[in-house]
């Protein structure tokens, strides 16, 4: 088949099915290529070590070891953020099982969870288990706000607060991440405030570029420079905070290891 006959193909098919568009502008050759062309970043976000943000233990509890689960490392940056920084305001979209917010909510005074509404999702065709299986570990706790809404057109105004922290893991499409990353920026509390996004990675040293590209277009133009990602998590970080930092080496030899403790606790 030659080339013309196979963009004709490629165009009909688009026509009958426009969600496949999605696919190509997702693509992350193509999102690599445009991050590259546009921000000179063609291999992510420079790199700031975890142990800037972890100083001490932290104990992760909540954690399911179940299909799409954070990995211990990103909670422990979060519940560290909240150590640290003396999170009063806490704000995630994206909630799933609830575990990063059980894990934020014992050391925050406030938390406010946005996802999408119960019935959105059965709109989407999304099994009713894994529907039920939203604020699992979350519901009941004291002081969490469970808000069932599309945040991109949720009014965050209604809110009628600022943000210390805000974590971002919801819908990872480009569009959406652009959008939700406009959404941050707005409810930062003040210089000492700091986003993160989870899934900024598709390994703990390869970025995940479809993310990287919203993140780039939705943060104001003189914040780029404070974008870091976070060595050994998914994650990266908005700071204000001065940071030393690299741009990862493919098989770099580890400057650190972890000891994990592992505890069963049945229901």
């Given amino acids: 088949m030659n080339k013309i006959s196979k963009a004709l193909r490629a165009l009909g098919l688009i026509i009958r099915k426009p969600y496949l568009l999605n696919l190509i502008n997702d693509d992350e050759e193509v999102k690599q290529r445009y991050v590259a062309r546009k921000y000179?970043?063609?291999?992510?976000?420079?790199?700031?070590?975890?142990?800037?943000?972890?100083?001490?233990?932290?104990?992760?509890?909540p954690y399911s070891f179940l299909e799409g689960s954070s990995l211990p490392t990103d909670f422990a940056l979060l519940r560290s953020i909240c150590r640290n920084n003396k999170v009063e305001d806490y704000l995630e979209i994206g909630t799933w099982r609830g575990e990063s917010v059980a894990n934020v909510a014992p050391l925050a005074k406030n938390c406010v969870t946005v996802n999408y509404p119960d019935d959105q999702m059965r709109e989407m065709g999304l099994d009713e288990a894994y529907i039920g299986m939203h604020r699992f570990f979350s519901k009941g706790l004291a002081n969490v706000e469970h808000i069932q809404a599309d945040s991109r057109t949720f009014?965050?105004?209604s809110l009628h607060k600022k943000f210390d922290l805000i974590f971002l893991d919801g819908d990872h499409h480009t569009e959406t991440v652009i959008n939700d990353t406009k959404n941050a920026f707005k409810l930062l509390k003040d210089d000492n405030s700091i986003i993160v996004w989870h899934d900024y990675g598709l390994?703990?040293?390869?970025?995940?570029?479809?993310?990287?590209?919203?993140?780039?277009?939705?943060?104001?133009?003189?914040?780029?420079?404070?974008?870091?990602?976070?060595?050994?998590?998914?994650?990266?970080?908005?700071?204000?905070?001065?940071?030393?930092?690299?741009?990862v080496q493919p098989n770099a030899e580890p400057n650190k290891h972890f000891l994990l403790k592992i505890k069963v606790k049945p229901f």
Avoid at 208 to 232: A, T
Wanted: hydrophobic share 35%; with cysteine.
């Fill in 155 to 157: 009014d965050f105004n």
């Fill in 40 to 61: 000179k970043l063609p291999q992510g976000l420079p790199t700031v070590d975890i142990t800037d943000f972890i100083s001490g233990e932290e104990e992760i509890a």
């Fill in 203 to 247: 390994s703990t040293e390869t970025p995940r570029f479809n993310v990287l590209s919203g993140m780039l277009d939705g943060c104001p133009e003189d914040c780029i420079k404070n974008l870091y990602h976070v060595s050994n998590t998914l994650c990266a970080v908005y700071t204000r905070k001065e940071l030393k930092s690299a741009f």
